[in-house]
C-alpha cells in the first residue's frame, strides 16, 4: 500500500494527516476497510460533516473544544457500536 497524497492549499487540511481533510480521509479508509469505525472533530460547527457525519462514513462525532470525557463517551459508544 503507498503512502496517501498530500493535499495541498484544501481548507480543513489536517497536518498530522499529511495535508488530507476529514472527507477525504474516511473515503480511503472505507476502502481499505468497510467496517472501519472514525470520530470526526472539528471547530467548525457549520461543515454539513458534523451534522451528517454518518452520510460521509464517520461512526460518532465529538465537536471542538471538548473534554476528556466529552471524547471518551463518544469513543465507548462508537466502539460498543451504538
Known sequence: MGAIPKAEGHPGNDPAMGGMG?????????????????????????????SEYKDYGFRGVVPKPYSIEELAQTLHKVMDGE
Request: hydrophobic share 40%; glycine share 6%.
Open 22 to 50: 476529514g472527507k477525504e480521509a474516511i473515503k480511503r479508509l472505507i476502502d481499505i476497510d468497510p467496517k472501519v469505525r472514525a470520530i470526526v472533530s472539528s471547530g467548525y460547527s457549520n461543515d454539513p460533516v458534523m
